[in-house]
């Protein structure tokens, strides 16, 4: 019988909790760095076209979104199944797609407000009538860097 | 145990990518309040015609979306001008058809739209187009600097890509675009 004789209980010790304030801070980060603040919900139609020549839209802070297709099922009773527009989280007529890019241009850093791109969303059922409006509304305020956002895909997928 | 939390933390990090959006660029012509004329030769113009049935027109001849990439690319490095001409192109290796764009630098693609011509038969016309520009950049790339086109373009994209670099690059890409520009033209809809 030695002095130093090893406690030999049956008993498992308790699972340490010390490490759970890592776990759950670790978890924290994770979701802080992939959740993306969404602004507006789509309330229109936007199954997107394909095309296959794309380019990446890098830089998320000099992209401004419109957003066009035909309004979704809970808003048709109200504005009817035409295409639409919609900026931030409302409907918009063509005319007002200008003051729109003016006020989400000033919102933007001083350096940043010449490099900025439109980014249109539009559904691939759209109309190009209401396209051309859209970009000629562009054309007024000088913001003249397009990007038509689609899908990776083969084009051809959009007659179906 | 702090220090698997971190690496953990790290390597989602680094693993996640936050979903970019991407698509075609198109750079707009600026307002003015004349309306724009151009002086061309109509040769030099290709003239697309998209109905709201999705037919589509290539001067004046019914053609399937299919054959338009043959058909641009076709056009756009025709070389009809003769070798005395100032607008001579040595680069295109086109059928060299007098009744054809002179050369790639003159030559204007015109989009013609119907206000209820569908959005995505629109893109499917201007992919096509991107993808007849960029297989003939393609090939210059490749005469001249044994790389392509596309190829330089996603180099210059990437973050990691250092500043020299990219200078170089960019200057290629330029030169590149200098010898086939995109030329489109969107007249007003009907």
């Known amino acids: ?160 | 145990m702090a220090d698997i939390a971190f690496l953990l933390l790290i390597f989602f990090l680094v693993t996640t990518t936050i979903e970019t959006d991407a698509g075609l660029d198109r750079m707009l012509p600026r307002k003015t309040n004349e309306p724009i004329t151009i002086d061309y030769q109509r040769k030099n113009i290709l003239q697309l015609v998209l109905d709201k049935e999705g037919g589509l027109m290539v001067n004046e001849e019914l053609i399937d979306l299919k054959d338009l990439r043959e058909k641009v690319s076709q056009f756009v490095d025709n070389g009809g001008a003769l070798r005395q001409d100032e607008n001579y192109c040595a680069y295109c290796k086109g059928n060299a058809d007098p009744t054809s764009s002179d050369n790639p630098k003159k030559a204007v693609v015109g989009i013609n739209t119907h206000r209820e011509t569908s959005y995505g038969t629109y893109i499917i016309i201007q992919n096509e187009l991107v993808a007849a520009y960029n297989q003939l950049r393609n090939r210059e790339a490749e005469r001249l600097y044994e790389t392509t086109y596309t190829d330089m373009e996603e180099t210059y994209q990437k973050p990691g890509t250092s500043a020299a670099q990219k200078k170089e690059l960019k200057n290629k890409i330029k030169h590149l675009q200098l010898l086939y520009p995109l030329n489109i033209l969107e007249p007003q809809q009907i």
């Open chain 1, 1 to 160: 019988m030695s002095k130093f004789a090893k406690k030999k209980s049956g008993e498992l010790p308790a699972v340490s909790t010390a490490s759970l304030p890592d776990i759950v801070f670790m978890l924290l980060f994770f979701f802080m760095t992939v959740t993306v603040m969404k602004n507006s919900d789509v309330k229109v139609e936007n199954v997107l076209p394909n095309a296959s020549e794309i380019k990446k839209l890098e830089k998320k802070d000099r992209v401004i979104t419109i957003y066009v297709g035909a309004p979704t099922r809970e808003f048709q009773k109200v504005f009817g199944t035409e295409s639409k527009i919609q900026l931030n989280d409302k409907f918009a007529d063509a005319s007002d797609v200008g003051d729109y890019i003016l006020m989400e241009r000033a919102k933007k850093p001083q350096e940043l407000q010449n490099v900025l791109t439109t980014s249109l969303k539009v559904d691939k059922n759209a109309n190009m009538g209401l396209i051309a409006d859209i970009k000629q509304e562009l054309r007024k305020v000088n913001a003249l860097k397009v990007n038509y956002t689609t899908y990776e895909g083969d084009a051809f997928n959009n007659l179906k």
